[in-house]
């Protein structure tokens, strides 16, 4: 789908983030992991790739694997489980509270982590855990450290 003016176009981006010279060698070589893509789909992850590069430099399968990456479906989360997987008998760890509001395990409940992360993600854990306690938790006393 991408053509070598489009190849040209992404690799100028390319070499105004990271200096290598832009060539006619390289356009060629670059284009056979390119040619099923879009040039829209490669230039938005262009800058995103050199953001997660380590060294400064993307080289062709990085970006490949970002566009294919990009081009996975994004599987919706399940929130239920079964019963089965719910049976803690064999667990040795300490209980989770429960979320006042929902009735769900703590770690069940994406709605209440969420707003513990908003509110208290700054907080040390000591104080994090006592703003929970006080404004998420079911039977607060039994949380208490």
Not at 42 to 67: M, R
Not at 91 to 118: G, K, Y
Not at 135 to 141: F, I, L, P, T
Request: glycine residues 2%; hydrophobic residues 40%.
């Amino acid at each position: 789908m991408m053509n070598k003016t489009e190849m040209s176009q992404v690799l100028a981006v390319c070499s105004a983030l990271d200096g290598q010279q832009v060539t006619e060698s390289k356009v060629t070589a670059w284009m056979p992991l390119f040619e099923r893509f879009g040039y829209e789909e490669v230039e938005k992850l262009v800058h995103a790739t050199y953001l997660e590069s380590k060294n400064g430099i993307v080289t062709p399968q990085d970006l490949a694997k970002a566009v294919d990456a990009a081009r996975e479906p994004v599987r919706p989360l399940t929130y239920k489980q079964d019963e089965a997987d719910l049976d803690e008998s064999g667990w040795r760890s300490d209980p989770q509270p429960v979320c006042e509001e929902h009735d769900l395990r703590i770690l069940e409940c994406l709605d209440c982590c969420s707003l513990i992360f908003a509110q208290a993600d700054y907080m040390r854990v000591d104080d994090r855990h006592s703003w929970a306690m006080a404004h998420v938790y079911k039977a607060k006393e039994a949380w208490a450290l």
